[in-house]
């Protein structure tokens, strides 16, 4: 079964980075745009950013514009979550998510509802 995997997370302090990845097996990752949400405590889970499948167009929140960076490397079917500048309002849990069907267009999906496979997630926690 096709499974994500995120990893790395943590507690940071405002102003830090972390670097969150996200191990794809089980299917073509080529052909597969993904996305990254995060859902803090008693909140909804909220678009963070997408990539096509083939890294050449990028969607961003509002909220994290020019902090957050998506990538992928499809080569090693990874994908990528560089964050910077990280502020507590950030604090939540991080999940990669990859749509149910392929695509050979350049669509970047930024609803929830267009992904069908998610990651466990990982806690990334901001201190002040």
């Known amino acids: 079964q096709v499974q994500l995997v995120e990893s790395g997370g943590g507690l940071v302090q405002a102003g830090g980075s972390l670097r969150l990845s996200c191990v794809v097996s089980?299917?073509?990752?080529?052909?597969?745009?993904m996305g990254w949400f995060r859902q803090a405590p008693g909140k909804e889970r909220e678009f963070v950013a997408g990539?096509?499948?083939?890294?050449?167009?990028?969607v961003y929140a509002d909220s994290v514009k020019g902090r957050f960076t998506i990538s992928r490397d499809n080569a090693k079917n990874t994908a990528y979550l560089q964050m910077n500048s990280l502020q507590p309002e950030d604090t939540a849990v991080y999940s990669c998510?990859?749509?149910?069907?392929?695509?050979?267009?350049?669509?970047?999906?930024?609803?929830?509802?267009?992904?069908?496979?998610w990651g466990q997630g990982t806690q990334v926690t901001v201190s002040s």
């Open positions: 998510a990859a749509p149910g069907s392929p695509t050979y267009s350049g669509a970047v999906y930024t609803d929830g509802q267009n992904y069908h496979y």
């Open positions: 089980r299917l073509t990752f080529t052909t597969y745009p």
């Open positions: 990539i096509s499948r083939t890294g050449g167009r990028t």
